[in-house]
């Protein structure tokens, strides 16, 4: 399996901040890489996909890059509404896996 | 509007079997992998297996082949997720989700709501 290693795990920011969140590879992926907004009790939502391709309806301060084995999720101006975990996810092959979440508190 | 809507919460005792449902509609049912997902209590998310309803091709992750079954009938537009004896560690939500497009690589656009399965003796 490829496994998916996100930093950091923890991210404590404030409204209007700029926020990163890195997702590593163990094996090139080419650009197949997603990323999720999950709440709690809600199912995740998909902000991102094929690495930097944003999902329609969502807020064009939520960017992708990366390719290969890096890949990052930066959030330009952190709302109130972006309070949540996030997952970053492959699928570069049948077996896909997701990083372990990055949860992103009020500062 | 593509919804996926999850049967209900169970639950079983260990070594009982169970089969939860995925039902779809807005969209073509088989012409999309539909995907399982766990998410156990205060965990990340696990991808599990999925499946083409045209065909029933069906891949599993390694951690969950052998464990539990994922099935299809797109006669009524319903995939399913089984498992044969359950276990404690089987305690989590389960996540059903439809991949964005037709081709194989694609990511979860649309999910369902969650079923909670609980399995305590």
């Known amino acids: 399996d490829i496994q998916m290693t996100q930093s950091p795990s923890t991210l404590s920011a404030s409204v209007g901040d700029r926020v990163t969140i890195t997702c590593r590879a163990s094996?090139?992926?080419?650009?197949?890489l997603a990323w999720y907004q999950q709440k709690p009790g809600k199912a995740p939502k998909l902000l991102i996909y094929e690495a930097s391709s944003l999902e329609r309806g969502v807020p064009s301060r939520f960017s992708g890059s990366g390719s290969g084995t890096e890949f990052t999720l930066t959030i330009s101006s952190l709302q109130p509404d972006d309070f949540a975990t996030y997952y970053c996810q492959q699928y570069n092959s049948y077996s896909r896996t997701f990083g372990q979440g990055t949860k992103v508190e009020i500062k | 509007e593509v919804q996926l809507v999850q049967s209900g919460a169970e639950v079983k005792k260990p070594g009982e079997s169970l089969k939860i449902s995925c039902k779809g509609s807005g969209y073509s049912f088989t012409s999309f992998w539909i995907g399982w997902v766990r998410q156990m209590p205060g965990r990340g998310l696990e991808w599990m297996g999925i499946i083409y309803p045209g065909d029933s091709d069906t891949r599993y992750s390694p951690s969950f082949q052998g464990q539990v079954t994922i099935s299809a009938d797109k006669s009524i537009s319903t995939a399913y997720l089984q498992w044969s004896s359950l276990k404690a560690s089987d305690t989590a939500i389960y996540y059903c989700?439809?991949?964005?497009?037709?081709?194989?690589?694609?990511?979860?656009?649309?999910w369902g709501q969650g079923t909670l399965v609980t399995v305590s003796s």
């Open positions: 989700a439809k991949q964005g497009g037709v081709a194989a690589l694609q990511a979860f656009d649309y």
């Open positions: 094996q090139s992926i080419g650009n197949w």
